[in-house]
């Protein structure tokens, strides 16, 4: 990280414990792992009962926790999870959230879920109100203010969460801490085993940490997943960024009027007729930056099987590389040899012991994107990318809800009841 304040030393008024004065994890609970924050009823919202922040003391985590921030403030913790961060806004990524469910520790379903969010959101918006952000946040005109969580926990699951600090991290940290959550979640509830939900980007983490894909730190999987289950999630990776020309940057840009916490496939781009330098804004590593580690672990390319969109402006140089008429960047295959991880997710391998399944959205209408359209999608993922069963050792099933895109997977009717039927 660029900064990082010494806020989380403070005290957390309200609801909150002091950092100095958290309680103890439980004896069971991994002796890494600190309970800095707890907050419940009175701060906690959204339909949450509770939400706990824990530190990772790991010594090869706090060497390498620190994660690049955009510089105008578009990638920081918002609302109350700059509360439940301690007051940072930009949260070094050895920290994570825990989110209870009400009946988290009543449900009498026997295997406790852990949700776990993709990229530019969080566990709040996620799964518990996708109108949380205002119209357009979840995909659509009207946005639902429940989720998955409640829709899991009405059914006696006993649901958690997870909420990372940065959120477009490095997928091997985030990883790291999906397998603190699992800890955590077993010594709380005294189980052995817990069934893990990824959406998006969340399939990378959740993905990693069942197939022991660490850094060189980290910490391999401890064997007590049952079930993993991935919303529109890369399984085959992803080029969309990057086959669009520039159709892409115009919602990131700030000189087009862009301010989405999202990468650009180029470092340089002509705003209505000014040619400027956006750095911190690139899928590589750029000008001392790199905001974007986890989107671009999640890259593979797309071009042999359905092609480049070739009527967009500069769309040959986006993808392959070079300075375009209006943009220039280093292209995708520098951006995959800076770091990919959907080869490696794949040679890993996801166990036999976990059983596995793939949800895929067929409707490419996300409001207010580019939506891809080069095959069948669900605006952001291919249909077959999230299907890809490569490298999975045991398939439960695969799936796809013809009628939700890749913003409607976590609360759509279809898709909320098909996750409840796989988990049961």
Known sequence: MLAVTAALGALVTGAGVTAASAPSVSAAAPSYLTLEGAYGAGTVTNGWEKVERYRDTTPGFQATAAEGYPPDGRGNQDGVRVTYFGGVARPTS????????????????????????GANDTADRAWANPGEAGGYGCGALSCPSTGLMQYLSARGHRVFAIGFAHKQGDNLMQAQAVGDAVALIKAKLGVSQVDLVGWSKGEMSTRAYVSSLKPAWGRAYAGDVRKLITLGGPNGGFDYPYAHGWAHDFSIWPECGGKINAPSPHSRMTCYGTYTAHPEFSMTPSGGYDDYPGQRQMLARWDGVYGVDQTAQDWYTTYYGGQGFYTAGDGIQAAIDAGSLVGPLQRAGIPASVTTYLLAGGSPDVIGIFNENRGPSDGVVFVSSALDTTGIAKVGATATVAGANHLELGWNSASEAQVASWLS
């Open 94 to 117: 050895d920290r994570f959230l825990l989110y209870s469910a009400p009946g988290w520790n009543t449900g009498a379903k026997a295997t406790p879920v852990l949700l776990v969010h």
